[in-house]
């Protein structure tokens, strides 16, 4: 396994560059304030700003460490920031790690984040070397489920009341692939 860092990435329609401290405003308008791209996430939307601010300059902050990997997505045609992908939790002992995505609302249904989470798997197991890629998804966000089935990865199991959030807990499905079965 190589810990690599956030290196660039492009896909057909987009490219996957680090964050800039002056992203932060396309974060915050994007994605950031918005109910609809919380939902699904164990956090609400961003409370102003300032708040979309200080996350971007605690992502910018990370870049130097190695195992580090957190991509601004950028649609080609327009240069707009639409969204952010990472892998997390990476576990060089075990070479694995974990997945999420935002992806802005003006953007979705368009095969954009399967395009984009497809690159980022090639990235993870054949640039980086991990074996294992996770990603949650609570129950509810059938969208993200088509994003991970259509990028070969496969519903393990669920992890019932996982996450606290809105006052109850959630449920979430726990997907993975294995290096051997990227779909790219």
């Known amino acids: 396994m190589q810990c690599l860092g956030t290196l660039p990435l492009e896909t057909q329609r987009t ?3 680090r964050f800039r401290i002056e992203d932060s405003p396309a974060v915050y308008q994007g994605w950031g304030k918005l109910e609809e791209c919380s939902r699904y996430f164990p956090w609400g939307p961003m409370p102003s700003p300032d708040f979309a601010q200080e ?12 195992s580090y990997y957190q991509w601004a997505i950028v649609e080609k045609e327009s240069g707009q920031l639409i969204g952010v992908v990472n892998l997390h939790g990476v576990d060089e002992a075990n070479h694995s790690a974990e997945t999420s995505y ?6 979705w249904g368009r095969g954009i984040m399967t395009e984009v989470l497809r690159e980022v798997l ?38 019932r009341e996982k996450y606290w959030k809105g006052g109850g807990y959630l449920d979430a499905f726990c997907y993975a692939i294995l290096q051997g079965e990227a779909c790219i």
């Open 122 to 159: 090639r990235f993870a197991f054949e640039e980086v070397g991990l074996h294992q890629v996770e990603a949650d998804c609570f129950a509810g966000n059938e969208a993200s489920k088509r994003v991970l089935e259509k990028c070969g990865m496969t519903c393990e199991g669920v992890s």
């Open 55 to 66: 996350k971007v300059k605690g992502w910018v902050e990370r870049y130097p460490e190695g």
């Open 15 to 17: 490219q996957l560059r």
């Open 102 to 107: 935002i992806l802005s609302p003006a953007y």
